[in-house]
């Protein structure tokens, strides 16, 4: 049934296509953007932050494909959740026979699952026909391990996202206006995941905050396990903070759930 909801969510994400269109073509132009402020910065600081060039525009790209595969600065999927926690529509979502948190998860995926196509895909496709982008290297079973461990790191970090946007929506039981919480969110998510800048780059104190929380996971993890940052052990490491916090995430967003329905107003009834 979940495989059912993923697939036709996969299905109407696919029919925005002008939304498709311009959501591309932003990230792309924004890539350019970023890319020669990188180009200005790194010509300043070779190698800042243990990147040298090529791998810091590789990063930008992959920030700019992966930014809606993530929903980084979007609630994703979890904005149908909030609205109709806001107009009361929930109530008919916790009468039917499902688990809601698989459920809203199954249709985050659907969404990914698009947006990796188009919207990850052909940026990236622009940006190495634009800038040198390093893919990995090395001999044929490092070059496949890097590849694998790639698409688990993916995998986790939306499963990270997901579980924090969870959350985020979550709090409409409480709050009229989720404007603000959204807000505050999408900037502590973009900062602390890594998006604007390496963490590698922050003042060691900061950088240490960074490491402590859960947005490293979302975009700095697999970014750099795509970078080849990491060695064998480094990436497992890397992949069990990934699963540590969907874990610790997904339970407290089950734990927030279950509080958050025994105070479902229906306003006007």
């Known amino acids: 049934m979940y495989a059912a909801v993923c697939l036709r969510s996969f299905r109407r994400y696919s029919t925005y296509r002008a939304a498709t269109g311009a959501r591309v073509f932003t990230n792309t132009v924004f890539g350019f953007i970023l890319s020669y402020t990188y180009l200005a910065l790194w010509q300043v600081r070779p190698h800042l932050g243990g990147y040298d060039l090529s791998a810091a525009l590789t990063y930008v790209w992959i920030g700019q494909g992966l930014l809606s595969v993530l929903a980084i600065n979007d609630l994703g999927a979890l904005s149908d959740l909030q609205t109709r926690i806001a107009n009361g529509d929930v109530a008919v979502d916790l009468f039917r026979p499902v688990d809601q948190q698989r459920w809203w998860l199954a249709v985050d995926a659907g969404r990914a699952g698009y947006q990796l196509l188009t919207n990850a895909l052909v940026p990236m496709l622009v940006g190495g026909l634009f800038f040198h982008l390093r893919l990995p290297q090395g001999t044929a079973a490092a070059t496949v391990a890097t590849w694998a461990a790639t698409a688990v790191a993916l995998l986790l970090a939306l499963l990270v996202s997901y579980a924090m946007r969870h959350l985020i ?29 390496p963490i590698t780059t ?4 900061l950088e240490a905050v960074a490491r402590a929380l859960p947005f490293v996971a979302v975009f700095q993890v697999p970014a750099d396990v795509f970078l080849q940052r990491y060695d064998a052990t480094g990436t497992l490491a890397a992949l069990g903070v990934q699963v540590a916090w969907a874990v610790v995430l997904l339970g407290l967003g089950r734990l927030v759930q279950s509080r958050a329905v025994l105070k479902v107003v229906v306003q006007g009834g």
């Open 202 to 205: 922050f003042p060691p104190l």
């Open 169 to 197: 929506a979550l709090t409409g039981f409480w709050l009229l206006d989720l404007r603000g919480v959204q807000l505050v969110y999408y900037l502590v998510s973009c900062f602390f995941s890594g998006f604007f800048l």
